[in-house]
Structures are given as C-alpha cells and as structure tokens.
C-alpha cells in the first residue's frame, strides 16, 4: 500500500496532507494527556516491529505493494486510534525519506489509508466485536478488516487519480490483502495480543463499550 511519488496527482495529494495534519493535531493532544513511562517502551516496540514487517513488500501490479500495517494492534493495545496513527505517521516518514519506500507527495495518503483509517477501523471495530465474539477473534476480525479495508480504500484512490483501473485494482489489492491480512495481519496481531494479555495483562488498555477512551482530554 507504500503508493510512489506520480501516482496521485498535487492537488489530491494537498487533501490528504491537509485531513492528516487535522488527525495529527488530535493524536498529539492525546499523546500529552495519556502516554507515560508504562506505554511509551510499549509504543516504542511496536513502531520499531511495525517497521520491520512493512519492509516485507510483494509487489502489486500497476506499481504498488502489499504488506502487512500494524496500525489496529497498536490502538488496540494502547486504547486509541491516536496511537496506531502516530506509531504508523513516525514509520511511514522515515520509510518514505530515508528508504525511497513510498513517495514524498504521496506521504499524506499513505499515512492517511494506513495510520488514519487502519488504526480507526480496528480499534472500533475491536471495540464493537470483543462484547460479540470476545476479545481474541474480535482482535482477528478488527485487524484483518483494518488491513483490508485500507487496501480497498487505496484502490479506490489510486482509481480516482487515473492511476489504476477500477476492477483490476480492486480485484489485486484485494486478492492479495485478504490473503496478507488472513495469514499475516490478522494471525500475527493476535498472536501479539495473546502473548502480551498473558505475561503483561496490565500494558493492555482497558476499552469498554460504554468509555470513550480515545479521547484528547485522556478520558477525564
């Protein structure tokens, strides 16, 4: 989903930028109020875990790549999309200007599908299913959707910047992310998850479905 420099076009590529400057505003509102000593070795660890898996790229055709994000497990862990946001902001930057892995004016978008709508789609989606199907499938279902959502979602960008066409996009971006988010998203995070709620149950934030833990004031 790492999309190159020509393939959205300024204009767009300015949208993205703008509605991920507006999320980064919040995110670190919610960061000053909620990350402490407990959680910033925790996020530290899943940045640096989430960088190393993202470099395991299968390329895609019409130029772009599949991989796993990692966005939703850290929300899910740490309580707020906010954090799968800035976790996936800080990787994605240094991918894009230090690595070449995904272009400079597309930065805004990739940021947006992968740190915007992954952590958001899994940390709700996680919080509406784990009182359905309890915690550890609702943990599966909400990462895989997170990962297959944003892949859709880029297909449709990247069809709306001429840049791919619509059924062939959908049907490779999805095709190859259904297996990537089944066999490496969904399975990886919930191995995470188990390991993590079974030696260090008190790193794992508590999300009920009444809270709203996400907030920017910290939930007071």
């Known amino acids: 989903m790492h999309i190159p420099d020509g393939f959205i076009p300024l204009w767009q590529s300015a949208i993205y930028y703008m509605l991920v400057i507006i999320v980064g505003y919040f995110a670190v509102k919610w960061a000053k109020n909620n990350l402490d000593d407990r959680k910033i070795p925790l996020l530290a660890v899943l940045a640096a875990g989430i960088f190393a898996i993202q470099a395991m790229n299968i390329p895609i055709p019409w130029g772009t790549s599949g991989h796993m994000v990692g966005a939703a497990i850290v929300a899910i862990l740490l309580g707020s999309p906010f954090a799968g946001f800035l976790v996936l902001a800080v990787v994605l930057i240094i991918q894009g200007l230090a690595f070449g892995d995904g272009g400079i004016t597309a930065l805004g978008v990739n940021i947006f599908n992968m740190g915007v709508v992954g952590s958001f789609v899994g940390f709700y989606g996680y919080k509406y299913l784990k009182n359905i199907i309890t915690k550890i499938p609702a943990v599966f279902v909400a990462c895989f959707l997170s990962l297959f959502i944003s892949a859709i979602l880029c297909a449709l960008e990247l069809f709306v910047a001429g840049t791919f066409p619509l059924e062939a996009g959908l049907f490779f971006m999805g095709l190859y992310h259904l297996v990537i988010g089944l066999v490496g998203e969904g399975l990886i995070s919930t191995i995470v998850f ?27």
């Open 194 to 220: 188990v390991a993590i709620n079974n030696f260090r149950p008190d790193l794992i934030a508590k999300i009920d479905a009444n809270d709203y833990e996400d907030n920017v004031s910290g939930g007071k």
